[in-house]
Structures are given as structure tokens and as C-alpha cells.
């Protein structure tokens, strides 16, 4: 018996491609069982593909046997992600304040002093003429 997993996307195995991180498990007389998906309660059956080398065909089935444990085991170990245990909201908690949409002051002559200090209001811009 030898467990592992797919490494690409859409490995061929007997004319049948299956997604990457697919569990693989091989038994001694030619016997493939694959599982797709680990998205279940532990408690359920398993949705597998097995490869019968005699008939020479897949056959889709729920298992819930040594096999399954063996392969749900290999996925745990080897092949989900480790969630982070960092708070994000904690971190983003901070007392300065972020920037505001201020418009500037308006100034007793009826000018506003925000984004432009000049009389000449377009001096940031380069004119060209043709």
C-alpha cells in the first residue's frame, strides 16, 4: 500500500485527470483509490474514484473503512494548510487617526488655501503648444 498526492493540476491517471493535491492510494494488486475533496465531516462517508485494473474502468463510491482513515490522515499531514492564529483585528487597533477628507480653510477674502497656493491655478501642469 503507497499513499501520495498529485503535484499538477489535471494529472492524467488511467485517462482521467484529477485536480492538484488529490490523495492517492495504491494497493498491491494494481488498485487505485483517489479522493478529490476532504471537505466532509470525519464522521462521513468519502467520495473516492477507484480504478478496477480488471474491467479496466473507474468506479465512483462513498467509503468509510481503514482506507479512507489512511488517506484523510496522509491529507492532514501532509497537504492542508495551517491556519493562522494571528488576530488581524487586534493588529489593525491603533489610536492615530487616518486621514480625513479636509477641503481646506476658507480664508476672510473669499480664497481657499487647500490644494492650490498660487493665483495662477494650473502651474503644475506643463503646457505645451503646438
Known amino acids: 500500500m503507497k499513499i501520495y498526492h498529485t503535484m499538477m493540476n489535471g494529472e492524467v491517471i488511467h485517462d482521467h485527470a484529477f485536480p492538484m493535491n488529490s490523495v492517492i492510494l495504491s494497493l498491491d494488486h494494481h488498485v487505485k483509490v483517489i479522493c478529490k475533496k476532504f471537505k466532509f465531516d470525519r464522521e462521513k462517508k468519502l467520495e473516492v474514484y477507484v480504478w478496477l485494473p480488471t474491467p479496466k474502468k ?27 492564529k494571528a488576530n488581524f483585528e487586534e493588529y489593525m487597533k491603533h489610536d492615530r487617526r487616518h486621514k480625513g477628507g479636509g477641503g481646506g480653510t476658507r480664508i476672510f477674502n473669499g480664497s481657499i488655501t487647500d490644494y ?10 506643463k503646457r505645451c503648444w503646438n
Open 116 to 125: 492650490e497656493c498660487r493665483k495662477d491655478p494650473f502651474h503644475d501642469f
Open 58 to 84: 473507474w468506479v465512483r463510491t462513498k467509503i468509510r473503512n481503514d482506507y479512507s482513515e489512511a488517506m484523510y490522515n496522509y491529507f492532514c499531514t501532509h497537504i492542508r494548510k495551517r491556519k493562522s
